[in-house]
Structure formats: C-alpha cells, structure tokens
Nanobody, 122 residues
Framework: VQLVESGGDSVPAGGSLRLTCVAS????????IGWFREAPGKEREGLVC????????YYTESVKGRFTMSTDNVKNTVYLQMDDLKSEDTARYYC????????????????WGQGTQVFVSS
C-alpha cells in the first residue's frame, strides 16, 4: 500500500490542523493505519492507530483529548484532527500501514508516507 500525507502547516499555539493520509495500491480495509511523528533530535513516536476492524488505540498521553483519528473507507483516507496545538507538537508527521493490527512500535509498520511538516509557534 502507498501512502501520501498532506495538511501540514505553520500555526500558532492553540490552533488546529487536520492531516490527511490517502492510501492506494492495496485493499485499504485489510490494514491498520497509524500516525507517527518525529521531532528534530527525537525518536519517532507513535500517536494513534486504527486497526483493520476500526478499533482505535492511542499511544501518547500528551495527545489524548487533543488529537482525533478518523477513517473514511470509501475514500481510502485517514485523518488526524489536531486541536489545541502546542509548540511541543512541532514535528514531521507520518502515516504508516501494517496488515490488520496496530502496534505501538514504528518498527512494526512496513509502509510509510513521506511525511508532512507541522510547526507550532508559541
């Protein structure tokens, strides 16, 4: 499966963004899709993931209540709605896919998009 992210931008603290990840090439419904981010000098971290059965799991406490993942199976698209953005959310955001089930480790995901940059100014 091929993935393409979009929606990254520069916003002030407290603002919102919606990131989009469009999947193509394989049966979208057979994959778990996760959102990750990587900030300069930091390890890539898992944020949230939707398994092939639609179950969503959050992996980072700091985004719970602020970030919401949703899926449109007709459009083969997943979204990450990010509200109340903070300067520490500045990072490059990626979506990734793995067959069926979610994993918290980014190493388990075998298809990645190119990422989209988010910058939050304080």
């Amino acid at each position: 499966v091929q993935l393409v992210e979009s929606g990254g931008d520069s916003v002030p603290a407290g603002g919102s963004l919606r990131l989009t990840c469009v999947a193509s090439g394989s049966s979208f419904g057979a994959y778990a899709i996760g959102w990750f981010r990587e900030a300069p000098g930091k390890e890539r971290e898992g944020l949230v993931c939707s398994s092939s059965n639609g179950k969503i799991a959050y992996y980072t406490e700091s985004v719970k209540g602020r970030f919401t993942m949703s899926t449109d199976n007709v459009k083969n698209t997943v979204y990450l709605q990010m509200d109340d953005l903070k300067s520490e959310d500045t990072a490059r955001y990626y979506c990734a896919a793995v067959p069926r089930w979610c994993y918290s480790s980014y190493g388990a995901f075998d298809s990645w998009g190119q990422g989209t940059q988010v910058f939050v100014s304080s």
